[in-house]
């Protein structure tokens, strides 16, 4: 798939008609959402700039949409927040969506609730990596969302400005990640709740604690 | 990191004292959450008690953590002693704005008064020591300024109750032959105070 700028706006609409037009049974607002998206546009009017899909309309996204959706997400010079709450994303769908989305100017990005496992977040990696706004992460109530999940995220997420890691009901039992990666400034909330991180995951954080610690010691 | 959320994880008394350990000197952490963990019982609560409040010392109730504001160990219901006595020293961080005063807060409430300072050693399973046997350990010199608070902030039954142990060494500071000794010693006492429960 070209990028949108090497694309003439006939070929930019076609493409836009395939994945989004009136046969792929999305509703008239939802075309209208995306339509705006893909212009830059402002989508509410209260200037929220955050653009909301709903898993009836998600479901009858292709692999093709998602991308599609990515590559305006990633165009994009304003959008604030995505939600994507129970889209039913699977490593699939999130490898798609992610071919496409390698940057943004996103400050929320809200994925609760959905499927996908470790390729999909190997698939996010260089969208973290280059969102440099990107200050609140929602990935809850994700069984497939594991250890080796959380270590791939916090190793992408160093040095970035994300302040709130939300990972509520995931299957993350070990955090160690935390102890040798300490480069995550301006993380202010961590929320594990619901994960089996026993007593190992609080020694990893006392670990992190002691750690910061000594770094404050040493100016 | 400012909050942490540990709802059900499993975490057992090991896990949470390890974790109340590494909080000891922590100024970073000011919410904690662990509820729904069953198996954290009075042992790892006790040890969140002794971060917050460590009773050992007058000095080291002073150095407690004076950061966490919000700690929630169980879920809503019947409270143990020792968690609504968790949930007052949390509530004695929050309300005092710096650590200093948090601190002087403690040591007047939880140090100087023999009735809270019994309930303290019951809640933290040390022996009682009454305040006569934590001033013995205080210098002299200190003693007339700690007294007099003590009076200011509990009474007069408490002054009298701390008085009778403290009178002879209490004497002892008065010794009028050695002006330049007591002025020397004055300096101290008031740097001293100045730090553990000035204004």
Redesign the interface.
């Known amino acids: 798939m070209a990028s949108l700028a090497n694309l003439t706006k006939e070929q930019v609409d076609k493409e836009f008609n395939q994945a989004f037009g009136r046969h792929t049974g999305l509703s008239k607002g939802m075309r209208k959402v995306l339509d705006i998206i893909k212009n830059n546009g402002i989508i509410s009017e209260l200037g929220e700039n955050k653009f909301v899909l709903y898993p009836a309309e998600a479901i009858l996204f292709t692999n093709q949409a998602w991308q599609l959706l990515g590559k305006y997400i990633a165009n994009h010079t304003h959008l604030d927040d995505v939600d994507l709450d129970g889209c039913s994303l699977t490593d699939q769908k999130m490898f798609a969506l992610f071919s496409g989305l390698v940057k943004s100017s996103l400050s929320e990005l809200d994925i609760r609730d959905n499927v996908f496992g470790i390729e999909g977040v190997r698939s996010m990696v260089r969208f973290l990596q280059n969102s440099p706004n990107l200050s609140y992460i929602y990935i809850m109530e994700n069984n497939n969302f594991n250890s080796e999940c959380f270590t791939v995220l916090v190793q992408a997420l160093q040095n970035t400005r994300v302040r709130r890691l939300e990972l509520?009901e995931c299957s993350i039992t070990d955090i160690s990640v935390l102890e040798a990666y300490n480069d995550l400034p301006n993380?202010?909330?961590?929320?594990?709740?619901?994960?089996?991180?026993?007593?190992?995951?609080?020694?990893s954080?006392?670990?992190?604690?002691?750690k910061?610690?000594i770094q404050?010691w040493n100016g | 990191?400012?909050?942490?959320?540990?709802?059900?994880?499993?975490?057992?008394d090991?896990?949470?004292e390890?974790?109340a350990?590494?909080?000891k000197?922590?100024?970073?952490?000011k919410t904690i959450?662990l509820r729904?963990n069953s198996n954290i019982t009075k042992i790892g609560h006790r040890a969140f008690l002794e971060v917050l409040h460590d009773m050992s010392s007058i000095e080291n109730t002073y150095n407690s953590n004076h950061t966490l504001t919000e700690m929630n160990l169980v879920d809503t219901g019947r409270k143990s002693d020792l968690i609504r006595c968790i949930d007052s020293v949390i509530r004695m961080n929050k309300k005092n704005p710096t650590s200093h005063a948090a601190g002087r807060a403690k040591v007047i409430k939880y140090q100087l008064n023999s009735q809270d300072r019994r309930d303290q050693c019951q809640l933290h399973g040390i022996g009682y020591s009454s305040i006569g046997n934590l001033l013995a350990d205080i210098d002299p010199i200190l003693l007339p300024d700690i007294l007099a608070l003590i009076g200011e902030e509990h009474g007069h039954n408490e002054l009298y109750n701390a008085l009778v142990p403290t009178a002879p060494d209490l004497m002892s500071c008065v010794n009028t032959s050695h002006g330049s000794q007591l002025s020397g010693k004055k300096r101290y006492r008031d740097n001293e105070l100045t730090r553990w429960l000035g204004h």
């Not at chain 1, 909330?189 to 007593?199: A, E, P, S």
């Not at chain 2, 000197?25 to 952490?29: A, D, P, R, S, Y």
């Open positions: 509520e993380l202010h909330t961590l929320n594990l709740n619901c994960n089996k991180i026993g007593r190992g995951g609080c020694v954080l006392a670990n992190l604690s002691y910061k610690e404050d | 990191m400012e909050w942490l959320n540990l709802d059900n994880t499993d975490i057992d090991e896990g949470a390890a974790l350990i590494s909080l000197h922590n100024t970073t952490v959450n729904g």
